[in-house]
């Protein structure tokens, strides 16, 4: 009975490609965190580089400046690998990309402001300094993250944060420095940086969201990809994974060739036996149903314990069916004579063979999809198998199958029992299958002809 915690659990569980879409946002958020890494020791390298002897009279001032601007870049530092460490040791919660991003913003917007108070600017000039031009890569962390609205809110707080800067703060300039830059910092100017900013920060919203869309729907083919790989013949799979569920479910009727194959004595066989023999050896007989189908371009369509169907469709398809027959029955005598000198028991099968109509289609809900034939080619197919028993044949072929192949089936031969063709068939006495009323003209292929 089903545990209301675990009803619970089921019933918030996160849908897959949600959860791919967080891990994808996780691993955005490592590269931002090295990005963010090598931007402040890059900072630093080039401030270090370019910083010389400060003049006498402007000692004390750019003393403290670059003490702040030092300071800054630490902490940026620091940010970068905290945020980094987070990442990696499984710490961080898609939560802090919101406070990581406000204060990737702040680091920009404050050491602008500090530089307007160091040097007693008024905010006209907001646009002068170093600082503001780290407005491109502020907006372009967030836009790695691929949420749109994360980009909105970064783009809102670094414009925001400008226009108070440029606007707000006030402090008059003496005249001879007025008179310089009263036309680079006055009110149109800035409206046109700041409009720039704006633009550049739509783009990167629209590139965000056309990422996130671009990489949702990845993520969504990868699932249904996945499930069609996981629940389907892989060669079906790679056919089907470009078309919609709706409209691989609808099916079709087409000629296909039919084969089973079943494992003789099973059943007696495994009773008693340890577990973990009778998986071995189921192992072992599906190793050589997949490898038989490979070889001829077969589809395994189902195994059902010790019993497996193919279908075979296309071009040559009868004949790629009788040569997967022959193939799996050699395989099957190589591993019987393996085990026999082994000193254990020998492998029988039975193999049945027929070529009609199906209808062909996928089943089933996304959670479980089923490729099926269904339709009398099938069951005559099966009925063949279960023939073999009785015949003392390994391989029972219908006479449409060995005509859709190109073998010559006379009539001559169907009616007296001789062998009609060069591939060692013999002719069977016609079998009325259970299920229909007129006699199946068979041939069939003992152990021995079979397995050379």
């Given at each position: 009975?089903?545990?209301?915690?675990?009803?619970?659990?089921?019933?918030?569980?996160?849908?897959?490609?949600?959860?791919?879409?967080?891990?994808?946002?996780?691993?955005?958020?490592?590269?931002?965190?090295?990005?963010?890494?090598?931007?402040?020791?890059?900072?630093?390298?080039?401030?270090?580089?370019?910083?010389?002897?400060?003049?006498?009279?402007?000692?004390?001032?750019?003393?403290?400046?670059?003490?702040?601007?030092?300071?800054?870049?630490?902490?940026?530092?620091?940010?970068?690998?905290?945020?980094?460490?987070?990442?990696?040791?499984?710490?961080?919660?898609?939560?802090?990309?919101?406070?990581?991003v406000t204060l990737d913003c702040l680091f920009m917007l404050v050491n602008t402001w500090v530089g307007l108070e160091n040097v007693a600017m008024p905010g006209g000039l907001t646009f002068l300094l170093p600082s503001?031009?780290?407005?491109?890569?502020?907006?372009?962390?967030?836009?790695?993250?691929?949420?749109?609205?994360?980009?909105?809110?970064?783009?809102?707080?670094?414009?925001?944060?400008?226009?108070?800067?440029?606007?707000?703060?006030?402090?008059?300039?003496?005249?001879?420095?007025?008179?310089?830059?009263?036309?680079?910092?006055?009110?149109?100017?800035?409206?046109?940086?700041?409009?720039?900013?704006?633009?550049?920060?739509?783009?990167?919203?629209?590139?965000?969201?056309?990422?996130?869309?671009?990489?949702?729907?990845?993520?969504?083919?990868?699932?249904?990809?996945?499930?069609?790989?996981?629940?389907?013949?892989?060669?079906?799979a790679e056919r089907l994974e470009g078309e919609d569920l709706a409209t691989i479910r609808q099916g079709q009727r087409q000629d296909m060739a039919v084969m089973f194959v079943d494992i003789r004595a099973f059943t007696?066989?495994?009773?008693?036996?340890?577990?973990?023999?009778?998986?071995?050896?189921?192992?072992?007989?599906?190793?050589?149903?997949?490898?038989?189908?490979?070889?001829?371009?077969?589809?395994?369509?189902?195994?059902?314990?010790?019993?497996?169907?193919?279908?075979?469709?296309?071009?040559?398809?009868?004949?790629?069916?009788?040569?997967?027959?022959?193939?799996?029955?050699?395989?099957?005598?190589?591993?019987?004579?393996?085990?026999?000198?082994?000193?254990?028991?020998?492998?029988?099968?039975?193999?049945?063979?027929?070529?009609?109509?199906?209808?062909?289609?996928?089943?089933?809900?996304?959670?479980?999809?089923?490729?099926?034939?269904?339709?009398?080619?099938?069951?005559?197919?099966?009925?063949?198998?279960?023939?073999?028993?009785?015949?003392?044949?390994?391989?029972?072929?219908?006479?449409?199958?060995?005509?859709?192949?190109?073998?010559?089936?006379?009539?001559?031969?169907?009616?007296?029992?001789?062998?009609?063709?060069?591939?060692?068939?013999?002719?069977?006495?016609?079998?009325?299958?259970?299920?229909?009323?007129?006699?199946?003209?068979?041939?069939?292929?003992?152990?021995?002809?079979?397995?050379?």
């Amino acid at each position: 009975m089903t545990q209301p915690g675990a009803r619970h659990r089921a019933g918030t569980r996160v849908r897959p490609d949600a959860a791919l879409l967080r891990i994808a946002e996780l691993r955005a958020e490592k590269v931002v965190s090295v990005l963010r890494i090598l931007l402040a020791l890059g900072l630093m390298i080039v401030f270090f580089l370019a910083v010389g002897d400060p003049p006498k009279d402007l000692a004390g001032f750019l003393h403290r400046q670059w003490t702040f601007a030092v300071l800054s870049m630490v902490s940026y530092l620091l940010l970068g690998v905290f945020s980094l460490w987070l990442v990696r040791s499984g710490r961080f919660r898609r939560w802090m990309i919101w406070p990581v991003v406000t204060l990737d913003c702040l680091f920009m917007l404050v050491n602008t402001w500090v530089g307007l108070e160091n040097v007693a600017m008024p905010g006209g000039l907001t646009f002068l300094l170093p600082s503001t031009w780290l407005v491109p890569l502020v907006l372009a962390f967030a836009v790695l993250r691929f949420n749109p609205y994360l980009q909105i809110y970064c783009v809102a707080l670094t414009v925001g944060g400008l226009a108070a800067l440029s606007f707000m703060v006030d402090i008059a300039l003496p005249e001879d420095i007025a008179a310089r830059v009263s036309y680079l910092v006055a009110v149109p100017p800035n409206v046109v940086r700041l409009t720039m900013i704006l633009l550049a920060g739509v783009v990167l919203v629209v590139a965000a969201a056309a990422m996130r869309s671009l990489l949702h729907r990845s993520l969504i083919e990868t699932k249904t990809r996945l499930s069609l790989t996981r629940y389907l013949p892989a060669r079906l799979a790679e056919r089907l994974e470009g078309e919609d569920l709706a409209t691989i479910r609808q099916g079709q009727r087409q000629d296909m060739a039919v084969m089973f194959v079943d494992i003789r004595a099973f059943t007696a066989w495994s009773e008693g036996r340890d577990p973990a023999e009778v998986g071995a050896f189921v192992t072992e007989f599906r190793i050589r149903v997949q490898d038989a189908a490979q070889a001829t371009g077969g589809l395994v369509d189902k195994f059902i314990g010790d019993a497996a169907m193919l279908l075979f469709e296309g071009d040559g398809a009868a004949r790629r069916g009788l040569r997967c027959a022959e193939l799996l029955s050699a395989a099957i005598g190589d591993w019987s004579e393996a085990r026999r000198a082994e000193g254990r028991e020998e492998v029988r099968v039975g193999i049945g063979l027929h070529w009609g109509e199906v209808f062909s289609g996928v089943v089933g809900g996304e959670d479980r999809l089923e490729y099926t034939a269904l339709g009398d080619t099938v069951n005559i197919a099966a009925r063949l198998e279960e023939l073999t028993k009785v015949r003392g044949m390994e391989v029972i072929a219908s006479a449409a199958m060995l005509e859709a192949a190109g073998e010559s089936v006379p009539e001559a031969a169907q009616s007296e029992g001789r062998e009609p063709a060069r591939e060692g068939w013999m002719a069977l006495q016609p079998e009325p299958l259970r299920g229909r009323h007129q006699p199946v003209a068979l041939f069939g292929r003992p152990r021995a002809a079979s397995a050379r």
